[in-house]
């Protein structure tokens, strides 16, 4: 399984190589993008069987930054999250710090994806597990968008609520 950074940031060639890590069964999920603009303007989101994922508030807003539309085909927890830091130089320091993007809302959904992967004998393929988080998700219908966009989905992913996909799904 592989995490991407920002969708917006991999160019045509990434795209290509993406494509072909789907083809051979690789399970990839990316941050839709912290620009505030719609996400199928970037390669790696139109690659069907990549996750991709937009961030989300503790309000169920969608946060001024989160890129947005069609191609996002989730959101996760993506503002002020525990991320942990090194300062090796400081030792009484904290080993915390709050991130807010969409690569924190990515991650979120690689670890959920993982575990759930962790029971199986093998891999489902890349587009059955970007069907498994949209199973696994909630449909929020009060999602609040600081951009309008009809096509955004509007589903919340939250780590835990794991159910078993039937394959009548």
Same mark, same amino acid.
């Given at each position: 399984?592989?995490?991407?950074?920002?969708?917006?940031?991999?160019?045509?060639?990434?795209?290509? *190589?993406?494509?072909?890590?789907?083809?051979?069964?690789?399970?990839?999920?990316?941050?839709?993008? #912290?620009?505030?603009?719609? *996400?199928?303007?970037?390669? *790696?989101?139109?690659?069907?069987?990549?996750?991709?994922?937009? *961030? +989300?508030?503790?309000? #169920?807003?969608?946060? $001024?930054?989160?890129?947005?539309?069609?191609?996002?085909?989730?959101?996760?927890?993506?503002?002020?999250?525990?991320?942990?830091?090194?300062?090796?130089? #400081?030792? !009484?320091?904290?080993?915390?710090?709050?991130?807010?993007? @969409?690569?924190?809302?990515? &991650? $979120?959904?690689?670890?959920?994806?993982?575990?759930? =992967?962790? !029971?199986? @004998?093998? &891999?489902?393929?890349? $587009?059955?597990?970007?069907?498994?988080?949209? /199973? #696994?998700?909630?449909?929020?219908? @009060? =999602?609040?968008?600081?951009?309008?966009?009809?096509?955004?989905?509007?589903?919340? /992913?939250?780590?835990?609520?794991?159910?078993? +996909?039937?394959?009548?799904?």
């Amino acid at each position: 399984m592989l995490l991407a950074q920002d969708s917006r940031l991999l160019n045509s060639s990434v795209g290509r *190589a993406l494509e072909q890590c789907v083809e051979y069964g690789v399970n990839i999920v990316i941050g839709a993008g #912290n620009q505030a603009l719609d *996400a199928c303007e970037g390669q *790696a989101t139109r690659v069907r069987g990549v996750t991709v994922v937009g *961030a +989300m508030d503790r309000g #169920n807003n969608i946060p $001024h930054f989160s890129n947005f539309g069609k191609c996002v085909d989730v959101y996760a927890p993506g503002v002020d999250i525990l991320s942990a830091k090194a300062d090796p130089g #400081n030792p !009484g320091s904290r080993c915390y710090v709050e991130k807010s993007g @969409t690569s924190m809302s990515a &991650a $979120h959904v690689t670890g959920a994806m993982a575990t759930y =992967m962790s !029971g199986l @004998t093998e &891999a489902p393929p890349p $587009h059955e597990m970007t069907r498994w988080v949209e /199973y #696994n998700s909630l449909l929020v219908s @009060t =999602m609040i968008l600081s951009q309008q966009s009809p096509a955004t989905v509007r589903r919340l /992913y939250i780590a835990g609520r794991c159910n078993e +996909m039937s394959s009548q799904s």
